[in-house]
Every structure is written in structure tokens, then in C-alpha cells.
């Protein structure tokens, strides 16, 4: 069965610090793989995903994310954080006709 | 805005009552899902719709929760005889069947609340 790993339930970084969340998943198929962010009390706004093709995507807000087949991970970064990336992140995998979804993680950004 | 809509946004109820949830997704989207997340989790798959057909219901959709989408368009999402451990939000997606399929849109959610 697909599962996704998110190592870090919180991660704070400095506004204008490099943001790296980090994603570990399990599939037996090869997967498609997204980055979705929630701000509180909201839905989940998707922020970029990987199907086939580049391995190196890019999403919304200037985020980024590598997939990595060998290491099956999907990392997320930004290259400067702004306070307005303070929110939850949650890495998903394929999994048959829906989503499985990690644990979530709470982006802290500090002024 | 033709984004997925969810009334309503919160609902309080007292265990042992009835409550519905409804979902309006993008309109041209023809797949529609239900998650739950609980506070520090993530979305959690409950079931979803392809038009008006439910294909997929996951083993955390007990008896008393019954979805339907009639016209293939709007859904709503009713829970029988509440219980506390219902308390969470409710979250309504939609796709297109395809190449897109994954692409999930979210709704705002419902927060329910069982006192």
C-alpha cells in the first residue's frame, strides 16, 4: 500500500533562510507525487506535483521540489522564506483513485 | 469564483444527531471525493464519486455515514447518530477523470464539532 513520510512536524527557519521539508514515500507503482499547503481554516491549495517527465518540478510561490527515485523522496524547498509561507505543508502519493496524505508539516518562519 | 464550495463551514451538534454536509465542486470536473482530517493528521479518504456513481468508499465510512451525488454534480455527506470521534473537518475535492486525475481542487471544508 502507498504511504508518505513527513520527517518533521514543525521546522522553523529565519525569514529569508532556505525552507526544506522533507517527504519519503512508499508506492509500488511508480507514483504521481504533490505538495499541497493549508493555511488555518482553510482547504488544501495544491502547490506543485510530479507525474512523469522532469524530475525537478516547480510550483507556486516560488517552491520547488526533486524527485528522487532511488532515495523515494519528494522534498519541497523555497530559496528565501517569506512570512507568508508560515502554514502546514503536506506531501501525497497516488494511491489507486485517491490521495494518501502524510502526517503534515507546520512551517514556522521567524522575523 | 468557480472553485469547490462546502456548506457549512462550521457545524455544532450534539452527539446523536443527524447532520449534512454539502460539496458544490468545479463544474466541469466530473469526479468528486470526501476526506476527513483530525487535528494534527492528514486528509484521510473517505470516498468518492465519478458523475453520480459512488466507485470507492474506505473502511473508515461506518454505516452511518451515507454519500450521495444525484445529478452528478453537487454531493452531500451525511452522518447518522453522531459521535464525539466524528468531530474533525470535512474536506470535498474535485477532478477531472484522465490525464488530470490527481489534480485534486479542495473545498474550504466543514469543521464539525460533536458535543
Known amino acids: 500500500a502507498q504511504s508518505v513520510t513527513q520527517l518533521g512536524s514543525h521546522v522553523s527557519v529565519s525569514e529569508g533562510a532556505l525552507v526544506l521539508l522533507r517527504c519519503n514515500y512508499s508506492?509500488?507503482?511508480?507514483?504521481?507525487l504533490f505538495w499541497y499547503v493549508q493555511y488555518p481554516n482553510q482547504g488544501l491549495q495544491l502547490l506543485l506535483k510530479y507525474t512523469t517527465g522532469a524530475t525537478l518540478v516547480k510550483g507556486i510561490n516560488g517552491f520547488e521540489a526533486e524527485f528522487k527515485k532511488s532515495e523515494t523522496s519528494f522534498h519541497l524547498t523555497k530559496p528565501s522564506a517569506h512570512m507568508s509561507d508560515a502554514a502546514e505543508y503536506f506531501c501525497a502519493v497516488s494511491a489507486g483513485n485517491k490521495l494518501v496524505f502524510g502526517a503534515g508539516t507546520i512551517l514556522r518562519v521567524k522575523s | 469564483d468557480t472553485g469547490v464550495s462546502q456548506n457549512p463551514r462550521h457545524k455544532i451538534t450534539k452527539r446523536g444527531q443527524n447532520v449534512t454536509f454539502r460539496c458544490d465542486p468545479i463544474s466541469e470536473h466530473n469526479r468528486l471525493y470526501w476526506y476527513r482530517q483530525t487535528l494534527g493528521q492528514g486528509p484521510e479518504f473517505l470516498t468518492y464519486f465519478q458523475n453520480e456513481a459512488q466507485l470507492e468508499k474506505s473502511r473508515l465510512l461506518s454505516d452511518r455515514f451515507s454519500a450521495e451525488r444525484p445529478k452528478g454534480s453537487f454531493s452531500t455527506l451525511e452522518i447518522q447518530r453522531t459521535e464525539q470521534g466524528d468531530s474533525a473537518m470535512y474536506l470535498c475535492?474535485?477532478?477531472?477523470?484522465?490525464?488530470?486525475?490527481?489534480?485534486?481542487?479542495f473545498g474550504p471544508g466543514t469543521r464539525l464539532t460533536v458535543t
Open positions: 475535492a474535485s477532478s477531472l477523470a484522465g490525464t488530470e486525475l490527481y489534480e485534486q481542487y
Open positions: 508506492s509500488s507503482v511508480p507514483p504521481y
